[in-house]
């Protein structure tokens, strides 16, 4: 699996912005894909993931019910929905795949098998 971010820019705070990351590889649909960002100075920062069948999403309470994770199978698409940017939302933005293993919560990189490059998400407050 192959994974390209875009959607990244510049917004004011209380703005949003929509990420999204396209996939290519057939079994797309069977992955868990994941957002996580980073930030200059700290440490890679789970966002959140949605599960195969795009019923099941799970966020870090730092962006819960700000950040909405949908995906498209059709299209081979994940996107995150970013309302009520902050400042502190400032940060690289990545989007990972996941093979579906068992026990595994998908809340941590190492969970991930697959990574996107990166998308640059600057909120000016």
């Known amino acids: 699996v192959q994974l390209q971010a875009s959607g990244g820019g510049l917004v004011q705070a209380g703005g949003s912005l929509r990420l999204s990351c396209a996939a290519s590889?057939?079994?797309?649909?069977?992955?868990?894909m994941g957002w996580f960002r980073q930030a200059p100075g700290k440490e890679r920062e789970f966002v959140g993931h949605?599960?195969?069948?795009?019923?099941?999403?799970y966020y870090a309470d730092s962006v819960k019910g700000r950040f909405t994770i949908s995906r498209d199978n059709a299209k081979n698409t994940v996107y995150l929905q970013m309302n009520s940017l902050k400042a502190e939302d400032t940060a690289v933005y990545y989007c990972a795949a996941a093979e579906v293993r068992y026990g595994s919560r998908w809340l941590v990189g190492n969970e991930y098998d697959y990574w996107g490059q990166g998308t640059q998400v600057t909120v000016s407050s």
């Open positions: 590889g057939r079994t797309f649909s069977t992955y868990v």
């Open positions: 949605i599960r195969w069948s795009a019923d099941s999403t």
